[in-house]
């Protein structure tokens, strides 16, 4: 169905508006209203991106973050927060204790959960603890939420759910994906919501960079929102490959930690975790080193379950 409302929109000539179609915005309000709570948000709120990582790697600059300011983020966390930092001419700060800040506040604070890489959710009373620290110091607080709908042994909760912020979005931004819950990673579909203010700030400075999305993938995302049987199908066809995966790596010897939602697997043998990708690599299994994410992860790797069934089972076959 999201094919075809591509193929039903092609014929799309005009320049795309910056603010997006209003038809793709009511959508995402629906989604969030629907299958995650969040209600209170206006059309105004709302605004379409060209995938989640131009947004998070430009997102700082952007907000008129820069030099002298600090942007934190998780100690295990996704490489583009830091590289959106160094282009923004901040000092990245990878830390998971705010107590470490002391007097000086960070600008901006990412959130990521569910966590890429590690699978991480925070629970409601973590994330209400945040909100509240970054309102108590002027920081803007940031949430990827690109895996939401990808859980297993949790019920990850949207910074923009009122249990969490209160009932007001003031300082608050959620960026979300379609990549993960659609399998759209190739459409290039995402949104960031929540203060009004902020997502005007974006608006503004958007327009004058000339970053729209396309208005075919417009239409597409409105109707992969709206529809929620393609999503429970991806859900079930990650879990039982999921399921699959962690039997294997824990038959051969590896824990798995965390790893309650997202796409991926934290596994361990308590060694460098370069030993283990040559290892894996030696029986033809890819896997992600997870110093690439920080260096509290220097004796995991990241397994994604994002293959096909075909090569999945084949990997199983490989690590038994």
Not at 209 to 234: I, K, N, S, Y
Not at 308 to 315: I, L
Request: net charge negative; with cysteine.
């Amino acid at each position: 169905m999201v094919q075809q409302a591509l193929r039903d929109a092609a014929d799309s000539p005009g320049y795309p508006t910056t603010l997006g179609l209003e038809s793709t915005r009511q959508a995402v309000l629906d989604w969030l209203a629907r299958d995650h709570g969040v209600t209170g948000l206006g059309l105004d709120q709302v605004l379409p991106v060209t995938g989640s990582k131009e947004l998070v790697a430009h997102l700082p600059g952007q907000l008129g973050i820069g030099p002298g300011d600090v942007v934190a983020f998780p100690e295990l966390a996704y490489p583009t927060y830091e590289v959106g930092a160094v282009l923004a001419g901040a000092r990245p700060v990878a830390t998971d204790s705010l107590t470490s800040f002391g007097p000086e506040a960070p600008a901006l604070l990412w959130l990521n959960s569910p966590s890429n890489p590690t699978g991480r959710v925070l629970p409601v009373e973590h994330l209400r603890k945040v909100v509240d620290w970054c309102r108590e110091r002027g920081t803007v607080l940031v949430s990827d939420e690109c895996y939401l709908e990808c859980a297993w042994d949790a019920e990850p909760v949207s910074v923009l759910h009122p249990d969490v912020n209160g009932g007001s979005v003031e300082g608050i931004l959620a960026v979300h994906s379609l990549s993960k819950r659609s399998n759209l990673a190739g459409y290039r579909c995402a949104f960031v919501a929540g203060d009004a203010a902020l997502v005007a700030e974006l608006l503004a400075v958007r327009k004058n960079l000339g970053l729209m999305m396309p208005g075919p993938q417009q239409r597409a995302m409105a109707v992969a929102l709206a529809d929620t049987d393609h999503a429970r199908e991806q859900h079930a066809r990650y879990a039982a490959r999921r399921a699959r995966l962690r039997g294997a790596l824990e038959g051969a010897g590896f824990r798995v930690d965390h790893s309650e939602a997202s796409l991926y697997l934290w596994a361990t043998r308590g060694e460098d975790c370069w030993t283990t990708v040559a290892d894996l690599a030696e029986r033809g299994v890819l896997v992600a080193p997870g110093e690439f994410y920080g260096v509290a992860g220097s004796q995991h790797v990241r397994v994604a379950f994002t293959a096909t069934d075909e090569r999945v089972d084949a990997a199983v076959r490989r690590l038994a």
